[in-house]
């Protein structure tokens, strides 16, 4: 279902349910159509308006930061590139959960992506950092 018109997407809705269709992805420009679109039988809503919006704006406070996705409201998952200070010394050494209030979960370098990072390697300058956190802290980050 499409979120131009209430109308046409909820008789979509309604008919594809009829028929038997097991699983609808349903898209809303509004949280109220969203709502109404759920309570009709759509499994699942997107809202990809709001959601690019909000990671235009995450893009536009700054930094290098590439936002992966959000976990919840305030919480994301995002890649970051070494920073100078970073360089050469370990994921001990920096203690991110401590002075920056996050964990990170993957380091990604030229020979892939390492999803269970050895915390006594040093950082090279080539590699991104992915971190989980509150967005509140990884905003932090960018400054």
Partial sequence: ATAEHL??????LM?????????????????LKGEILKRVGADEIVYP??????????NLLGGSMTDL??????????????RKEWINKSLVDINFRGKYNVNVIAI???GGVDGAPDPTK??????NLVL?????????LRK
């Fill in 132 to 140: 989980i956190g509150k967005k509140e802290d990884l905003v932090k």
């Fill in 122 to 127: 040093p950082i090279k300058d080539e590699e």
């Fill in 49 to 58: 308006e709001e959601e690019m919006g909000a990671r235009i704006a995450n």
């Fill in 7 to 12: 109308d046409s997407s909820v008789m979509a």
């Fill in 69 to 82: 996705f959000d976990l919840s409201a305030d919480t994301s998952i995002v890649k970051v590139p070494a």
């Fill in 15 to 31: 008919i594809v349910k009829e028929i038997g269709v097991p699983y609808v992805l349903a898209k809303a420009d509004g949280t």
């Fill in 108 to 110: 990604e370098g030229e």
